[in-house]
Each structure stands twice: as C-alpha cells, then as structure tokens.
C-alpha cells in the first residue's frame, strides 16, 4: 500500500444498525406459526444476512496512491478543479435543486456533510463528483495535499 491522506467508511448510522433486530424479530414472529424452530432459524438467517449487507455495503472514501477514491470509483488526483464542502442546507441543495444528472454520486443519507469535487478531465463528461462524507474538511485538505507537487 502506498500513500493514505485520507480514509473513511461511510458506516450505517445508529438508527440503521438498530432496524436490523427489529427486523430480523419481526420474522421470527412472522414464522413461528410455522414452528418456534422454523421462526428462530429465519430470525436468525435474516439478522445475519442484513448484518452481512450493511457491511459489504459501505463504501470506503480515501485520497490513497494520487486518487481520489469513492466507492469503487477512482480518478487520479491530477484530474480534479475545485472542491468545495457543504453542509446541512448547502448540502440538501447539492444533492437536490442544483444536482446536475450527469454527476457522479456516491451520498449516504446517514451522512449530511458531503465535498463537491469538480473535475477537469475533457474525456469525461462527469462535471463533479458528490461524496458523502463525515470529515469533509480533512478530505479536502487530503485531495489538495495530494495535489501539490512533491
């Protein structure tokens, strides 16, 4: 592995973790008609399959070897014009009222802070990218120390 300015898992929120054993429950319910057995195995099934997709489901952001990387997404740092942070309002217009259909979008709902990373690349017609992130501030600081000749 090479040079990390940057790294986060964007993790559930609480309330996300907390909906799995409320679901998972509501099977076993559902099921025990069948046989307390039966209710229990599919509770259980259930639990361990929502935790297993919570947690292949979270997307890592990182500034690692000259990329900026969302997701499994990756552009060099070379390629990327301005970035900017927004939060609470500024991020709720970000992703609805100015969003432009052709960016590119790796956001959580769990997570209000996001960066606005334009890009500079004429090959691709992404205009920016939107990345949700809990540390926005520092990941900007990442991509501009990533950019700066060495």
Known sequence: MGTELFSERLWPSVGVWLLIPLVAGISVVAFTPIGVTVGIAVGLLVGV????????TTPEVAVRDG????G???????LLGEVTVARREDARIQ??????????LLIR??????????LRDPQDPTPYWLVSTRRPEELAQAIDAARAPR
């Open 49 to 56: 399959a929502l935790i297993a997709i919570a947690v292949y």
């Open 67 to 70: 990329e900026l990387l969302a």
């Open 72 to 78: 499994r997404a990756r552009v060099p740092v070379g």
């Open 95 to 104: 992703r609805g009222p100015a969003l432009d259909a052709r960016a590119f």
């Open 109 to 118: 709902g769990w997570v209000d802070p996001l960066v606005r990373v334009e």
